[in-house]
T-cell receptor
Framework: GEDVEQSLFLSVREGDSSVINCTYT??????LYWYKQEPGAGLQLLTY?????DMKQDQRLTVLLNKKDKHLSLRIADTQTGDSAIYFCAERMDTGRRALTFGSGTRLQVQP | EAGVAQSPRYKIIEKRQSVAFWCNPI?????LYWYQQILGQGPKLLIQ????????DSQLPKDRFSAERLKGVDSTLKIQPAKLEDSAVYLCASSLGTGAPDTFGSGTRLTVV
């Protein structure tokens, strides 16, 4: 079955890099996503990666995928206080039920 | 570009009452999603529409929840009768294609007492 797990909390200092980790169980997942949720707001799609890729970079964001270990990470370079939010990873299969399965989210706190 | 609009922002009802939520997606987005987000958890898909047809409602508790998108634009989600465990934020999202939601509304926070 589908299951996505994330650590609950991460605290970093402004200017440092943040690495948010996620593990998933379904080996047939073909798309993996990262969303950001600020307090009182809906989710914002940050980036996604296809399962045939190992890495994707988009400005300050780097996504790494280890398909063998079913491990996904999001690295935020030069973390700013505006990056404080909850980050969700999500997986989606390309066949069968295509709905996203979300993790429970990692709260990132950026200390000034 | 206007975002996904949802109303009301907050709602408090007693158990066994009914409630309805409204969503207006981004103009031109064919796919509309309703998610339930319980405190401390990730969103869970309730129903997905493409235009005015249902793509996935496998996790919608159909004995009490219903949703419609009659003209393929805005949508309503109804709960009747509500239970305590329905307390959650109900998020609406939309996208051009059917891959994944790219824009979410701010949600309706429902408290059932």
């Amino acid at each position: 079955g589908e299951d996505v797990e994330q650590s609950l909390f991460l605290s970093v200092r402004e200017g440092d890099s943040s690495v948010i980790n996620c593990t998933y169980t379904d080996s047939s997942s073909t798309y993996l996503y990262w969303y950001k949720q600020e307090p009182g707001a809906g989710l914002q799609l940050l980036t996604y990666i296809f399962s045939n890729m190992d890495m994707k970079q988009d400005q300050r964001l780097t996504v790494l995928l280890n398909k063998k270990d079913k491990h996904l990470s999001l690295r935020i370079a030069d973390t700013q206080t505006g990056d404080s939010a909850i980050y969700f990873c999500a997986e989606r299969m390309d066949t069968g039920r295509r709905a996203l399965t979300f993790g429970s989210g990692t709260r990132l706190q950026v200390q000034p | 570009e206007a975002g996904v609009a949802q109303s009301p922002r907050y709602k408090i009802i007693e158990k066994r009452q009914s409630v309805a939520f409204w969503c207006n997606p981004i103009s031109g987005h064919a796919t509309l999603y309703w998610y339930q987000q319980i405190l401390g958890q990730g969103p869970k898909l309730l129903i997905q529409f493409q235009n005015n047809g249902v793509v996935d409602d496998s996790q919608l508790p159909k004995d009490r929840f219903s949703a419609e998108r009659l003209k393929g634009v805005d949508s309503t989600l109804k709960i009747q009768p509500a239970k305590l465990e329905d307390s959650a934020v109900y998020l609406c999202a939309s996208s051009l294609g059917t891959g994944a939601p790219d824009t979410f509304g701010s949600g309706t926070r429902l408290t059932v007492v």
